[in-house]
């Protein structure tokens, strides 16, 4: 099946009705948490994972879809109106943002946002139309071996780009592959970490962990320090730009959709490093780099568009290898256990309308969110003012049912509970749940494939490194620790010196 034919198949997936319509309520409550500081894509997929379970696999998917990269474009209104990301790649966008709107030019950066987040998504989406087929078909020849060093290299990567301690990213990973093997041992049966509860023998729910650690935490988090939201910015105009305007955002947007289309294919949170990149590559460019951070609309269209990208290209390694690139990806693997389809190179065989109905509602998600968030400004404004306290009861509410309704087990509800205050913890003491849920997902699929390796090789630990191919992998695992070490190691030869002077 070719490109053309195989994008013929997926829209005329993505163009069903029904589709739409979820595809539209998936960027609409993307746009919605990403607007809201506090919630997230995250815990919002988290909660909505359960209401999935009735749907069809591709509307279902198209929809949780909709509302990460809803999100990523959602995040830049509250950054540019009142400084405040909602999500955390809008960070960038803040700096200028922002002072582009305390200077009267509000509507501008939200055209900027806008308009670089539709192209970045469309090249983006083509990207991945043309390059995930190619991956599929070569990782067809990846044995257990291969997959094993393959998860490896994905798990030490998302520590070497994760933020603060290693030992703590390290840890949490470890945290995530022991609550992995919570159950029934996969070859003998034999009960394990079950502490003797019987609704312990199947597992510990995903849903429950993934609601509980991001969700519950989350909530309690913010109740912990809420601020009142000042909104500044009561009216936006002008949203068009202006000729030179679009001189001055065309190489930006550019730049951004390339970085972004590359780093988002990285473990860990390609798109805000992209977005950080892009940033720092724009203000390096620039011939009045000081003028950054006073309202420089390039600022808001590398950020913007690197982000973007990278949201849709972070869907190349969990549709064609089934690896996740960071949290968000973690849960759209559950998304498709919970439809019963194994993520990975055979769904474009098994699954094609699937495969290529995702992709193809990628593009008419981004259209949906040009037409939807430019006229809806002024609501979104109106929103920022909603207090939390308001908010989070309903959330609560919401998750509990529909987690309850997957199982009709009180058991997986007592799970939330358990999980929130556990992620929690974590983030009172510094660790980052993300690393957590991704040992959690991955930890089933590294027993299963290491044991698989050691039964085909009869104990022999060197097949991971007489295998061309699971060798560079664990090679590359090994230079990913080296990287997130050596910034600790220089720190602390730093301050022996300092001590020593």
């Known amino acids: ?37 506090g919630i997230g894509p995250t815990a919002t997929i988290a909660m909505l994972l359960p209401i999935t379970f009735s749907l069809p696999a591709e509307t279902a998917l198209i929809m949780l879809a909709g509302i990460y990269y809803g999100a990523q474009y959602g995040g830049s209104t509250t950054a540019i109106l009142i ?27 939200l055209a900027t946002a806008a308009l670089g987040s539709f192209f970045a998504g469309t090249v983006a989406t083509f990207l991945l139309a043309a390059f995930a087929p190619p991956l599929a078909r070569a990782a067809l020849s990846f044995g257990a071996p291969e997959y094993f060093s393959l998860i490896v290299l ?21 945290l995530g592959l022991l609550l992995g093997m919570v159950g029934q041992d996969i070859y003998t049966g034999t009960p394990r970490f079950t502490f003797g509860l019987r609704e312990l023998f199947g597992g510990l729910n995903f849903v429950s962990v993934a609601v509980g ?102 869907f190349i390694p969990l549709m064609t290898l089934g690896i996740p690139a960071h949290p968000v990806m973690a849960l759209m693997i559950g ?29 008419v998600g981004n259209v949906l969110l040009v037409v939807l968030n430019l006229p809806l400004i002024g609501l979104w404004v109106r929103m920022l003012s909603i207090p939390y306290r308001v908010l989070f009861p309903a959330i609560v509410v919401f998750a509990a049912i529909g987690t309850f309704s997957i199982n009709q087990n009180i058991y997986d509800v007592y799970a939330i509970a358990f999980f929130g205050i556990v992620g929690y913890a974590l983030i009172r003491f510094g660790c980052e749940p993300a690393p957590l ?16 390796a050691m039964i ?43 001590e020593e002077d």
């Open 437 to 452: 849920l991704l040992g959690f997902v991955l930890g089933p699929l590294l027993e299963e494939h290491l044991r698989r």
């Open 154 to 174: 994905g798990l030490l990567v998302s520590i070497a780009l994760a933020h603060g301690s290693v030992l703590k990213a390290l840890a949490m990973i470890v």
């Open 83 to 109: 400084n405040l990301p909602g999500e955390s790649s809008a960070a960038v966008t803040a700096i200028d943002g922002y002072q582009m709107a305390r200077n009267g030019r509000a509507g501008p950066a």
């Open 1 to 37: 099946m070719d490109l053309i034919s195989s994008l013929g198949l997926g829209f005329s997936v993505a163009l069903d009705p029904i589709n739409i319509l979820y595809c539209f309520i998936g960027v609409l409550l993307g746009t919605l948490v990403g607007v809201l500081p």
């Open 213 to 314: 650690v991001f969700g519950i935490a989350e909530i309690l988090r913010n109740l912990e320090d809420e601020t009142e939201r000042d909104v500044g910015i009561r009216k936006v105009t002008n949203l068009w730009l202006t000729r030179e305007d679009f001189r001055r955002i065309v190489w930006p947007v550019l730049r951004g959709t390339g970085l972004g289309a590359v780093l988002g294919v990285l473990p860990g949170g390609g798109h805000v490093l992209s977005a950080f990149a892009s940033y720092s590559a724009e203000k390096r460019l620039s011939k009045t780099p000081r003028e950054f951070g006073k309202g420089m609309i390039e600022g808001v269209a590398g950020p913007e568009s690197a982000n973007n990208a990278a949201a849709q290209t972070s």
């Open 456 to 498: 085909i090789s009869r104990g022999d630990p060197s097949v991971f490194v007489t295998r061309p191919i699971s060798a560079t992998l664990l090679a590359l695992a090994l230079l990913a620790v080296v990287i997130a070490v050596l910034p600790s190691i220089r720190r602390k030869r730093e301050e022996v010196f300092v």
């Open 335 to 363: 998304a498709f256990i919970l439809q019963g389809i194994t993520p990975g190179p055979n769904v474009i065989n098994q699954q094609p309308a699937l495969f290529w109905g995702i992709i193809a509602s990628m593009w």
